[in-house]
């Protein structure tokens, strides 16, 4: 079995074809009644790529992001956010952009615990957005969509883009950057930095996990490559680069709006629960009314209802779109209910023989019994526990990690999920730009380096510089910049 053939049994069910109807109505309301464990996401990734096969291996090259709505998710904190991330990412592979949209973790008027990788990660949402807006799958929770984001035509005015080929003067780029709130360093190695080196410019914008190694000949951009800022060496070539500001610097633009206004039209919102989302948004707007009243009469900051959205007007905010609730969500009178007849995966305690008779039990009823399991050594290993048993238990392994098992009784289907089987802990998994803020001691530490002193960290950056200058010196030389 493969994950497109997982994902049919919800592409023919006739409460997907429901839900679908749905859609082409006007702003509907849906609640998705029993659906649990990870069902929702296989549902939703069913239906964003309703033909696609997400295992085929030109599966990159058929995409239809830019027909398709793109899927907005808002789950009740970070971490039910992020395991529902991960379903996606498993589900749907490269036939969509799966992003996360966090918050940005800092607390109100202190900007100095401003952490600097989420708002990169948001301003990453707000360029894809605003760059092709279709085909995204976007997963956030409550308190991150409270905070109110940069306007769409500020965003564009606001977005610097240069090209092979384009002319620009060191002096120019100066004044882009500082303008941008860039702070000029010896090397980057967070969001909000830039560096110039001869004919060499880094950058670090805030919507990508790497920054832009900028090299010229002359005035005129010769290359343009994304690299490491720990090892120093390239990630990819690029044709383009785009620098985006810090989205959450107030003094940058002059209005926020609710990501609501900022996302098409067309967009598939889903929600586990409106009314859980509204108290979602009330902590933190209490958070923020707290904090806005401890600061100093001297200094002017921006009203909290200015920066962050009411709980009373997410409904308003909902309106227009269509809006899925999937987690116990009442919310709308004139719904449409959808009856999902599932129950969790049952608890096992690592018994074995039980497993054995349920899976068989389960098969005997008609059920195509399905066990994901994200290592091949897991499925080895259950393997060898059926054939230690002597008995003959279908099922169907799929190679994918899921974040909870369920059985829908109507399709007959059963999904278990390795980790609950044999009680591990399943950790969420998050990309690598929320991790590297403790890596970039490396340069941190060279930067701050005197006469006399010595570290492994430092020595360990300045060996990686090396290397990159020598791999630098094989190219063709570079004149001075200007």
């Not at 997963?139 to 384009?166: D, N, P, W």
């Not at 959808?338 to 009823?365: E, G, V």
Request: glycine share 4%; hydrophobic share 40%; net charge negative.
């Amino acid at each position: 079995m493969r994950v497109n053939d997982l994902l049919n049994f919800y592409r023919s069910d006739q409460r997907s074809a429901l839900l679908k109807s749905a859609w082409n109505q006007e702003a509907s309301k849906i609640e998705l009644k029993g659906i649990v464990g990870s069902a929702t996401a296989m549902l939703a990734s069913a239906l964003m790529h309703p033909s696609q096969d997400p295992d085929s291996s030109n599966v990159g090259s058929n995409r239809s992001e830019d027909k398709e709505p793109s899927h907005l998710f808002i789950l009740d904190d970070k971490e039910t956010a992020a395991y529902f991330l991960n379903d996606l990412q498993q589900l749907i592979g490269d036939t969509h952009r799966v992003l996360f949209f966090p918050r940005s973790a800092r607390v109100p008027y202190q900007e100095e615990v401003t952490e600097n990788a989420n708002i990169a990660m948001r301003a990453e949402v707000l360029n894809e957005i605003n760059r092709h807006g279709k085909g995204l799958a976007i997963v956030t929770f409550g308190e991150a969509v409270a905070e109110r984001v940069i306007s769409k035509r500020e965003l564009s005015e606001q977005t610097f883009s240069l090209s092979i080929g384009e002319k620009y003067t060191l002096d120019f780029l100066d004044e882009v950057f500082i303008e941008y709130g860039f702070h000029k360093v010896d090397f980057v190695y967070e969001p909000g930095q830039y560096a110039v080196r001869g004919g060499i410019v880094d950058v670090f914008s805030f919507s990508f996990d790497h920054p832009y190694r900028i090299e010229f000949f002359g005035d005129e951009v010769d290359s343009i490559r994304k690299f490491d800022p720990i090892s120093q060496l390239s990630v990819n070539k690029m044709t383009r680069a785009v620098v985006v500001p810090n989205i959450g610097d107030q003094s940058l633009h002059e209005s926020v709006e609710p990501i609501f206004n900022f996302i098409p039209a067309d967009t598939r919102i889903w929600l586990t629960d409106a009314k859980r989302t509204e108290k979602h948004l009330a902590k933190t707007m209490e958070r923020a009314e707290s904090a806005f009243e401890r600061v100093s009469d001297s200094l002017k900051f921006t009203a909290p209802d200015e920066l962050f959205i009411a709980p009373e007007k997410l409904l308003p905010l909902l309106s227009p779109f269509h809006v899925v609730e999937f987690d116990g969500g009442t919310t709308f009178p004139e719904r449409l209910v959808l009856q999902w007849d599932m129950i969790p995966q049952p608890s096992f305690n690592k018994n074995f023989d039980l497993i054995t008779s349920n899976l068989q039990a389960n098969h005997r009823q008609g059920y195509h019994n399905v066990i994901v399991a994200g290592q091949a050594t897991q499925i080895e290993r259950l393997h060898d526990i059926f054939a230690d048993r002597e008995a003959e238990v279908p099922h169907h392994p799929l190679p994918i990690e899921l974040s909870q098992g369920f059985v829908d009784k109507q399709l007959k289907l059963l999904v278990y999920t390795d980790h609950q089987l044999f009680e591990r802990y399943h950790r969420f998994r998050l990309k690598e730009g929320f991790k590297k803020s403790k890596q970039a001691l490396t340069l941190k530490e060279l930067s701050a380096c005197s006469p006399g002193t010595t570290s492994s960290t430092s020595i360990t950056a300045l060996g990686n510089l090396e290397d990159s200058k020598k791999s630098m010196s094989t190219g063709r030389i570079k004149r001075p910049f200007g």
